[in-house]
């Protein structure tokens, strides 16, 4: 019989944490497929795929080369109550089991149900970390106190502890950010490489999602391929393949979109970072090798933009998040109200931009930060969209979508539901944008030119409605200062077609 009973979450599948490193037949590594974690949205089929053929990967490395019991229920075992903690109270008893352990999970309704469920029952337990991130929970509401939250404070504080990109207490070169040199439109001025492709055969796993009838979002994948890195093996090759090939032109290109390079320069790593199949601080580490290795083709603007996305963003959204839940998903800070246009869920929809960033979601459950935040998020903030609404669409439709980094970066950055405390301005955007980082408004129903009248680009109506609309809230804002002067000065009657034609498309909104 086993003594201590271990859980591992779908998200914690990182082969060198502690727990692994030595063999004992008396402990007990339990991984489950249940439908509390299938249903508590409706996801997209591929993520849930990608989940569980990530699990069931790792499981049978565990039991084949770690050589550690595991128990692994899969959706379709009769004796799964689909449920965590009532089969976790099935194990307890099967086995007689004498001491529960656990990683810290990362998503609060998992981290307040285990406590509930370790209150409850009569057995010791114990919480682990999960040995996964570069910083603390609370060390970000610890940096900060009542002071205003701010991602470059956050950031250097970051970048000083790992001292990574440092010389002494100073940033390498003088110069911290390269923002500036990063907003480069893609015109085929270098080509994007061919990617690796994982030939991960799930037809089994999604005949079982059909059998159970589990309700998701998105295509199957085509010929039931996941190309998505579910091991360690193929993560790390996906890494090799960014630090090799995509980092030299990362920053650069990185605000760009395009509709034939959907993917562009970005690494795709966000899936085994966030199952935590690779660790953020071994991957920062493989760039500034290649970087240091060969500084003529990458250049310093491509390595501090890319370490500020996993050193900063990254590490400072889970700080947020672990600062201001459960409160936080209650943000509305400008009450908006109206639904979810139908077409984000099928991408039918005459405005190319989104008709490309939904489809590719809808196809690969994945699209890129920029298509993300400047285009579904940016429409959904324009059109006045309820953030509940929103924050449903983005938990669903990506493989990379865990709570503590959605819930960030959709209700605070995308949607400023928090009032500014992620972002210092909304990301808000006009067909002006739009036209100079991609090529989507080329081919488009609407003209681009027009703010009002017959075709006239939705986005640049409704843009200058949304800051006229909300500027009790946002006129003071000094970084909009200049949309403040513009909306001062326009002509009345200029405005006045303006508001009408945004009104217009926003009671309209489903025939977009
Ligand atoms: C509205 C909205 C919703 C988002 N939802 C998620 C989500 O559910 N899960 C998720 O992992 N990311 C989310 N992001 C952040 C970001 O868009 C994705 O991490 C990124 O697109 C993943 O692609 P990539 O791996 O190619 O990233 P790259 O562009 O190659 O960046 C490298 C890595 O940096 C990290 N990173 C970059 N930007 C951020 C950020 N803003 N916050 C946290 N980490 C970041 C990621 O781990 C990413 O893999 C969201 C962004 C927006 C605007
Ligand atoms: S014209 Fe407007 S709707 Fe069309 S792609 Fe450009 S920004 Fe999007």
Known sequence: MFQTLRLILGDQLNDNHSWLKEKNDKTLYVLMEIRQETDYVVHHIQKILAFFAA???????????????????????????????????????????????????????????????????????????????????????????????????????????????????????????????????????????????????????????????IQTIGFIPPNNILNVPISRKQALQLLEHFVSNLLPHFGTYEDAMHTQEPHLFHSQLSFALNVKILHPLEVLQKAIEAWQSNPQKVSIAQIEGFVRQILGWREYMRGVYWAK??????????????????????????????????????????????????????????????????????????????????????RGMSQYADGGLVASKPYTASANYMDKMSNYCESCFYDKKKRHGKRACPLNSLYWEFHYRHREKLSKNQRLGMVYQTLAKMDKAELQKIVEQAEFYRKNSENL
């Open 55 to 213: 699990m069931r990967n790792f499981a049978q490395e565990l039991q084949n080369k770690g050589g550690h019991k595991v128990f692994y229920f899969t959706l379709d075992n009769p004796e799964n109550r689909q449920d965590l903690c009532k089969n976790l109270e099935l194990l307890i008893q099967k086995f007689q089991i004498q001491k529960f352990e656990y990683q810290l999970p990362d998503e609060y309704r998992l981290d307040k149900q285990l406590s509930e469920f370790c209150q409850k029952i009569s057995i010791p337990s114990q919480a682990f970390d999960t040995e996964h991130f570069l910083s603390e929970r609370n060390e970000v509401s610890k940096h900060f106190g009542t002071k205003n939250y701010l991602l470059e404070s956050f950031y250097r504080k970051m970048r000083k502890k790992y001292n990574i990109l440092m010389e002494g207490d100073k940033p390498l070169t003088g110069r911290w950010n390269y923002d500036a040199e990063n907003r480069k439109k893609y015109n085929y001025q270098v080509s994007v490489p061919n990617e690796p492709f994982f030939k991960n055969e799930v037809t089994d796993l999604i005949k079982t999602l059909q059998k159970h009838q």
């Open 325 to 410: 839940m459960p409160d936080y998903a209650k943000n509305n800070y400008f009450e908006h109200s109206a639904p979810l246009p139908s077409w984000y869920w099928t991408g039918e929809t005459r405005m190319n931009c989104a008709k490309f960033a939904i489809s590719q979601s809808l196809q690969e459950a994945f699209a890129h930060h920029i298509q993300r935040l400047m285009v579904t998020g940016n429409i959904a903030l324009l059109l006045g969209v309820s953030p509940d609404e929103v924050d449903k669409w983005y938990l669903g439709i990506y493989r990379d979508a865990i709570e503590w980094v959605e819930i960030t970066n959709t």
